[in-house]
């Protein structure tokens, strides 16, 4: 029995409306990969075991759900299938029959003892796209050890070069990792799709955490071949740029262009800085940083960081630092519309982030919340043909919840 026809789900618009989307990935890399795909107008489904998705799991000061969970997975459809069960299988290879995307990020070794690696998918769906997120990737003496976002930024020297010099290794926390290998998923996906527009045939893509923190440091991941090995490759440019105290707060600065270090001397009062030539360029105020920063901080402590953020204007890039409660209400954010109003079982009413992506002629709609455990499963199968007697048969031999 097919699914429902792709030409029938275009409904809010869109760049990608009409896709379906198979989510059984979780935590962050793999469901805020498709997250964005769903932000851009695809059906996302996503499918969790009996367990759930364990970022529902993770500490949080609301009480009915995870924030981190509907952070990650607003905008989807939520079912429940325990893929252990044959009737389990059997209802994923029928929504596998009519999906454009499946995304999973089960260790290598996983898919094919469950019955859905792509060799056995794409007997199914010939055109699907099919997304594996692993940690380390599909070969090599790692492949089926656990990644986190944290355990490969601490492998791939991330920690080493975020901490001070001489000092012992720091964690970006933020899981910036998992956020970057979501867009690396969500780009993957829809490059996929564009080459089976030519081909007319699918193919695996695959996202590792270890090839997104690896991009992350492109521009660390040069080495030529009269260097040693322990050169300077970290990004921060020293010198001025950087998060300094003012008399209230903090307040980043970067003056590495020449006519913002003129500006941030002129409205600091520190004009003599600007002409002397020992300090005309990032390279050189790096060197001299231990004349110039003391200056710099006596002069900062005239006025708040509020202060000096409106006094410095466009003519020095800078933010005083602020919360992220603070976005909410920024008026440059209220501005660009990324805030909505979502509406979540037992949490009530809550504010969220919308539309990391703006399109002109195919917006699309609002997100919805993300997915109640199970929310969406008798809707879902409903609409690929089981019949109500049909699910509560599954549910008794609890293949569906």
């Not at 009915?64 to 299938?81: I, M, P, Y």
């Amino acid at each position: 029995m097919q699914g429902p026809s792709n030409q029938s789900r275009t409904d809010g618009g869109g760049p990608l409306a009409g896709l379906r989307v198979l989510d059984l990935s979780a935590y962050i890399a793999g469901p805020y990969g498709c997250t964005l795909l769903a932000d851009q107008g695809a059906e996302v489904i996503k499918i969790e075991p009996p367990s759930g998705d364990n970022l529902r799991k993770y500490p949080s000061t609301l009480e009915a759900e995870s924030r981190a969970f509907l952070g990650v997975n607003r905008g989807k459809r939520g079912l429940v299938l325990d893929l252990k069960q044959p009737e389990a299988l059997a209802v994923l290879l029928r929504l596998v029959e009519s999906a454009d995307v499946l995304v999973h990020n089960f260790r290598p070794s996983v898919p094919e003892r469950l019955g859905i690696a792509y060799e056995q998918l794409r007997e199914v769906n010939q055109r699907l796209v099919y997304c594996a997120v692993t940690g380390y990737g599909d070969t090599g003496p790692n492949k089926d050890k656990a990644g986190y976002d944290q355990v490969l930024q601490t492998m791939t020297g991330m920690c080493t070069l975020q901490g001070k010099r001489g000092g012992p290794p720091e964690i970006l926390y933020g899981s910036v990792v998992d956020y970057y290998a979501a867009a690396l998923v969500a780009a993957g996906v829809s490059s996929a799709l564009f080459e089976r527009e030519r081909s007319g045939m699918g193919q695996y893509v695959g996202v590792s955490l270890l090839r997104s923190a690896l991009t992350m440091q492109s521009a660390r991941m040069v080495w030529a071949e009269s260097e040693p090995k322990d050169v300077g490759r970290d990004m921060r440019s020293g010198g001025i740029t950087g998060i300094h105290p003012t008399r209230e707060g903090y307040l980043y600065i970067s003056a590495n262009m020449p006519h913002f270090w003129q500006s941030l001397c002129e409205k600091t009062g520190l004009e003599a800085l600007a002409q002397d030539e020992r300090y005309d360029s990032v390279r050189k105020r790096a060197q001299h940083y231990d004349e110039i920063v003391p200056r710099l901080h006596a002069a900062l402590q005239a006025r708040t960081a509020l202060e000096w953020e409106a006094l410095f204007g466009d003519a020095v890039p800078c933010a005083a630092a602020r919360s992220v409660e603070d976005m909410f209400d920024d008026p440059q954010v209220v501005a660009e519309d990324m805030v909505t109003n979502f509406e979540y079982p037992g949490v009530g009413r809550y504010r969220g982030f919308k539309h990391p992506i703006r399109f002109g002629t195919a917006p699309g709609r609002d997100p919805a919340a993300a997915p109640a455990f199970g929310q969406h499963s008798d809707a879902v199968l409903r609409d690929f043909g089981w019949t109500d007697a049909e699910i509560e048969s599954l549910r008794a031999k609890r293949a569906v919840l």
